[in-house]
C-alpha cells in the first residue's frame, strides 16, 4: 500500500519550525487518535458531550468552565462575540447587522500581530473593534487603562512570541486593570504550555490551541469564569457555527489534556543534548555561527540559533531557505529573523537522524558538502 506522500505526490517535510499551523501543527499520540477515532464511530447529543466534556475539562484544570472549540483563532472571535452578545438573543443572531456602541476591545498595540492571520481580523469577526493601547515598544497598566472609554467591552492580551515581549505589562497588571474597570480580560496563550498561570492571574477566558503545546488534534481549548464560557458556547448558535468543532476533536482534545497533564515533557535541557551535536557540526562550516537561544516568550524552550556570514558564504540566507524547501525533504525553519542573516532551529519534532539531513542540506547549499 503506498504511503500518504506517494498516493498525493506530497513532499516529506523536517519540520524544525516547531509547532506551526503551516506545517499541521503537531503529530498526537497514540491515545489521542484512538480517543478521536472512537469518537467519529458514535453517535451523540452534541450539546450533551459539549457540556459534559467542558466539565469534566474544568475538573482537571480546577477552573469554572471550559469549553472545546475548533481552533485558538476562534477562540478568539467566539470569546469577542461572548462579551459582545451575552445573553442576547436578538445579537447572537444578528451580530454583524447591529450597530454595538460598546464593543471596542482595547490590547497593547505591541500584541497586534499576524500570527497566520491579523489578530484584528479575529476580533472583527466577533463584533468587536480593536483599539490599541501604549506603543509597539511599550504598554504599561496606566498606558492601558489610558485607552478604556465607556465603549470598551473588554481587554485582550495575546500571549505569543509573536508579540513585542520588552516594557510590557503582564497578564496579571492587565487583570488588576481590568478588575478596576469591570471590564472581562482575555488572554490569548495559543501556544503556552502552562494551562493553569493566566486563569490564576485573573483572566476571565484563556484560550489555547488544542494542537500545538497540548498535542491534540486541530482544535482549541477556552477555559474561564462560568459565565463567560456559557456566553462562548452560545456562540454554536451564531458565528461559531461556521467554526463548529466535531465530536472527534472534542474527545480528541479532552484526551490530549489528560495526557498531557500528567506526561513528562521534554525539558529545554534536554532540547540543549539533542541539538549539541547539531550546532558544533554546523558551527564547522565557513561563514557560519550556531548557538543555543532561548525562547523569547519565556517558555522552557531551547532552540538553535543560526547566523550565516553572507559575505563569507555568498549565499542570502532568504535563498538558503528557500532552497532548502526544494529537496528531497522540505526542510523549514523558524525564518523571522532571515532579512538578519539569522534562521532558528526548533528540535522538538525532529530527531537526531533528521537534524544530520538538516546539516547536509546546508551544507550542501553553501558548497561546503565536501567539508561534512
Known amino acids: ?9 506530497l513532499k516529506q517535510v523536517i519540520n524544525t519550525s516547531g509547532r506551526m499551523t503551516a506545517l499541521g501543527v503537531s503529530t498526537p499520540r497514540p491515545e489521542v ?35 472545546v472549540v475548533s481552533c485558538a483563532s476562534a477562540g478568539i472571535a467566539q470569546s469577542v462575540a461572548a462579551v459582545l452578545v451575552k445573553d442576547s438573543d436578538w445579537l447572537l443572531e444578528n451580530l454583524h447587522v447591529t450597530a454595538i456602541e460598546n464593543n471596542e476591545i482595547v490590547l497593547p498595540k505591541g500584541h497586534n500581530v499576524n500570527f497566520g492571520a491579523p489578530v484584528g481580523s479575529m476580533v ?19 498606558q492601558l487603562a489610558a485607552a478604556i472609554t465607556p465603549r470598551t467591552a473588554a481587554i485582550l492580551y495575546i500571549k505569543s512570541h509573536h508579540c513585542v515581549q520588552k516594557s510590557m505589562l503582564s497578564v496579571e497588571q492587565a ?34 490551541s488544542g494542537a500545538k503545546a497540548i498535542e491534540g488534534p486541530t482544535s482549541g481549548l477556552v477555559i474561564g469564569k462560568t459565565q463567560y464560557v456559557e456566553w462562548v458556547k452560545r456562540q454554536t448558535a451564531g458565528i461559531g457555527r461556521a467554526m463548529k468543532v466535531g465530536k472527534e476533536g472534542i474527545l480528541g482534545l479532552t ?37 543555543v537561544v532561548w525562547d523569547s516568550a519565556g517558555r522552557d524552550i531551547a532552540r538553535a540559533e ?19 524547501k526544494q529537496g528531497e525533504y522540505a526542510i523549514y ?15 522538538r519534532s525532529v530527531n537526531a537522524d533528521q537534524l544530520n539531513i538538516v546539516y547536509r542540506r546546508i551544507s550542501e547549499v553553501l558548497g561546503q558538502e565536501k567539508q561534512a
Open 1 to 9: 500500500m503506498s504511503s500518504i506522500y506517494e498516493k498525493y505526490d
Open 33 to 67: 487518535v484512538q480517543a478521536a477515532m472512537d469518537g467519529m464511530n458514535q453517535y451523540f447529543e452534541m450539546k450533551d458531550l459539549v457540556n459534559k466534556t467542558g466539565e469534566y475539562i474544568a475538573r482537571l484544570l480546577d477552573v469554572e468552565g471550559a469549553t
Open 255 to 291: 484526551c490530549a489534556i489528560e495526557h498531557y497533564l500528567t506526561a513528562t515533557k521534554e525539558s529545554g535541557a534536554e532540547m540543549v543534548a539533542k541539538m549539541t551535536p547539531f550546532i558544533d557540526a554546523l558551527n564547522t562550516l565557513n561563514g557560519v555561527t550556531a548557538r
Open 175 to 208: 487583570a488588576v486593570v481590568a478588575r478596576k474597570h469591570n471590564l472581562p480580560l482575555i488572554v490569548d496563550a495559543a501556544a503556552e504550555e502552562d494551562l493553569h498561570v493566566y486563569y490564576r492571574s485573573g483572566a476571565d477566558l484563556v484560550i489555547y
Open 306 to 324: 543560526i547566523a550565516f556570514n553572507e559575505g563569507v558564504t555568498g549565499v542570502g540566507t532568504g535563498d538558503l531557505v528557500s532552497q532548502l
Open 124 to 142: 472583527a469577526l466577533g463584533g468587536g473593534k480593536l483599539v490599541e493601547a501604549g506603543y509597539a515598544n511599550e504598554c504599561s497598566a496606566d
Open 333 to 347: 525553519f523558524r525564518g523571522y529573523k532571515a532579512n538578519e542573516g539569522i534562521i532558528e532551529a526548533d528540535v
